[in-house]
């Protein structure tokens, strides 16, 4: 059965990060009461975090907690009617060696502990899980289904599918609808600083090189974080009893083609050093989102282009309202 937004309370974990920041303005903006949980970790400038809050903050019906998922007492929090797990330590690369451990607490037993909170809140509504496409690993076809055997490469990839299965283990057992969402390269306003399009923008911004890892053939299949978004909320308008879903765009780019666009529409020269392919990094992705559009009327809105163009539009007007232009 489809839920309505208005009057529901939600709670959106990640509050404060790249999506988690869109989709609390979507959902408040549908009338519902926010509970945001962020713990503003250090993974890149807890300021530029606390930026991304500054359209909700000042909602009569929105809360804020900064707090870790992995130590807040969740009894301290209002009982919510749905979930959206956003939180999640970021990063292929960053993953590696020491920082693993990290990347368990975070990925992993925090999604453990939420879980337990949500079985002694009682019934939740509706579960929904930002996973990933890192969790399919370099697969021998395209484009990526959900029927795939899953292969990560990178830890990373390895703590998204454990919290995955995670949420379908306690789903079947509270008897909750939940949804795994694999996102696809997301791009847009407030993107991390740490990721390509952001990086490549930057550079062109300020007149300096950017570091390509890979040869340049390497494609992905870039999601507009509006389409994200509304792949979330979808999951609320479904009748369906949940499952896993590709949320991608649809359009494999490669990135010699993602900066020549970028140079196009920052009308900027960007100079490229190319280095030595990332490990964990995978060579191609695609999404097959044919279950998302027939289960949830997923179907992706914007084009390369006209993201890029609002990218760039944004980012242009954050560095002048900081005066750093």
């Keep these: 059965m489809a839920l309505e937004f208005s009057g529901k309370r939600i709670l959106v974990t990640g509050v404060a990060g790249f999506i988690g920041s869109h989709l609390a303005r979507a959902l408040l903006d549908r009338g519902s009461e926010v509970i945001g949980v962020d713990a503003l970790t250090d993974y890149y400038d807890p300021a530029r975090k606390r930026r991304n809050l500054e359209s909700v903050l000042g909602e009569k019906t929105f809360r804020f907690f900064e707090e870790d998922l992995n130590r807040v007492e969740f009894s301290r929090l209002p009982v919510p009617d749905i979930v959206f797990h956003e939180a999640a330590q970021a990063g292929i690369r960053a993953s590696w060696g020491g920082s693993f451990q990290r990347y368990v607490e975070d990925n992993i037993l925090a999604t453990q502990r939420l879980l337990e909170a949500v079985g002694r809140w009682g019934r939740i509504e509706r579960f929904v899980f930002a996973s990933s496409s890192s969790v399919y690993g370099d697969q021998n076809r395209l484009p990526l289904s959900e029927d795939m055997v899953p292969n990560p490469i990178s830890p990373y990839g390895v703590t998204k599918l454990a919290a995955e299965r995670l949420v379908f283990s306690y789903a079947r057992r509270l008897e909750m609808p939940a949804f795994a969402l694999r996102y696809f390269t997301v791009y847009g306003p407030r993107q991390r600083p740490d990721m390509a399009i952001e990086r490549f923008f930057e550079a062109a911004l300020r007149g300096e090189a950017v570091e390509l890892y890979g ?51 920052s009308e900027r020269k960007i100079e490229v050093r190319k280095r030595e392919t990332a490990p964990g990094d995978v060579r191609h992705t695609l999404a097959d989102t044919s279950r998302a559009r027939e289960d949830l009327g997923f179907a992706p809105k914007t084009t390369l282009k006209e993201g890029l163009r609002r990218q760039w539009d944004w980012i242009r007007e954050d560095v002048a309202e900081r005066g750093l232009l």
Excluded: W
Excluded at 223 to 237: G, S, Y
Excluded at 238 to 262: A, F, H, Q, R
């Design 215 to 265: 040869d340049g053939s390497q494609s992905r299949d870039f999601t507009f974080v509006d389409d994200v978004v509304e792949a979330n909320l979808l999951c609320l308008e479904s009748g369906g009893p949940g499952g896993v879903y590709n949320i991608g765009g649809g359009v494999v780019t490669t990135m010699t083609d993602l900066i020549k666009e970028i140079r196009r529409v």
